[in-house]
């Protein structure tokens, strides 16, 4: 199922900046803690950006497996098992390329045998220029889990900047949501 999202990226939509993400995010990983449940990040636009926020939180390491970040299309499939023909037919910039995304980087980054029980993706177009065919800002979010999975399409606008650090944000929320 995929979800739409509108984002204005004016200071208002930002909440307080790093320290409400901080918040966010701390949350997020003792609420994971709380469960022993484990999470594997697989990134393209945010380029490790999703990562580093998971991580720089104190304690993250009993909650993250690791992270994959696949920005060269190919990557997505050899690293993530991304079906290779959906690649092909519809680029990396896609609701079942994340989806897809979000399941591989469980098992991809398994530890002792066990998959991650949840797994988020980041792929989209961070801009100036589209790809694919998709304008700047559209970014699709993949979630894989217990519960099963699920993308969200976010439409954002902004810098590059702009759109990757909202990225972030919203996979952070939608994580937390999801719980």
Excluded: C, F
């Amino acid at each position: 199922m995929t979800h739409g999202a509108d984002a204005s990226l004016g200071p208002a939509s930002r909440g307080s900046g790093a320290a409400s993400r901080h918040d966010e995010t701390a949350a997020l990983v003792a609420e994971l803690g709380r469960r022993g449940w484990r999470l594997a990040v697989a990134e393209s636009l945010t380029g490790g950006l999703l990562a580093a926020e998971l991580i720089r939180i104190p304690g993250a390491s009993a909650v993250v497996n690791g992270g994959i970040v696949a920005y060269a299309t190919p990557l997505k499939h050899r690293l993530l098992g991304v079906d290779a023909e959906l690649l092909a037919a519809e680029g990396a910039v896609h609701p079942e390329v994340a989806r897809q995304m979000a399941r591989g980087a469980r098992s991809a980054l398994a530890v002792d045998g066990r998959d991650a029980e949840l797994g988020i993706a980041t792929t989209g177009v961070a801009g100036p220029d589209p790809q694919d065919g998709r304008a700047p800002g559209t970014v699709y979010l993949g979630v894989s889990g217990p519960a099963g999975e699920r993308a969200v399409e976010l439409r954002l606008t902004g810098d590059r900047a702009q759109i990757r650090a909202e990225t972030v944000r919203r996979a952070i929320a939608e994580l937390r949501a999801g719980l």
